[in-house]
């Protein structure tokens, strides 16, 4: 799959009519499971996660130069690749020895954690992975 993030995504911009824009633009539909979308109000933005080989530059470029998206501001890129995540709502006093592993557990992932660096003062920590696919 492919992640792209849709970027000045207004209050007001409700999650049916980034649907209807992302079908219009790529001739795909959600409705099939061609993508799906999450939106992200605490950054004013969009993922859309295309499912199979969708040419997601391609679909960036495109919705870049789209009216309506212009209209809205609304702009697109691709997700970088990353070896990090960041967990939240941790309980307080969590072990980073747990942290490890449960994201190498199978069922939470299987991947090889490097580093766990804890952020006591947001019940957050930052998991670095050894591989970029283990935060999928």
């Not at 795909?28 to 199979?52: N, W």
């Not at 449960?102 to 992932?109: I, L, Q, V, W």
Request: glycine residues 4%; aromatic residues 6%.
């Amino acid at each position: 799959s492919a992640i792209i993030v849709l970027e000045n995504v207004k209050e007001t911009v409700k999650e049916c009519m980034l649907i209807m824009l992302v079908e219009n633009i790529s001739g795909l539909s959600e409705d099939d499971g061609d993508f799906s979308v999450e939106m992200i109000p605490e950054i004013r933005a969009a993922a859309v996660t295309f499912i199979g080989n969708t040419a997601a530059e391609e679909f960036a470029k495109k919705l870049n130069q789209n009216h309506r998206a212009k209209q809205q501001n609304i702009t697109a890129r691709c997700l970088e690749l990353t070896k990090s995540v960041r967990a939240e709502n941790l309980p307080p006093n969590t072990p980073s020895d747990y942290i490890t592993i449960y994201f190498e557990s199978k069922r939470n992932g299987g991947a090889q954690v490097v580093d766990v660096q804890q952020l006591p003062d947001e019940d957050a920590a930052i998991i670095t992975f050894n591989d970029y696919k283990g935060n999928a």
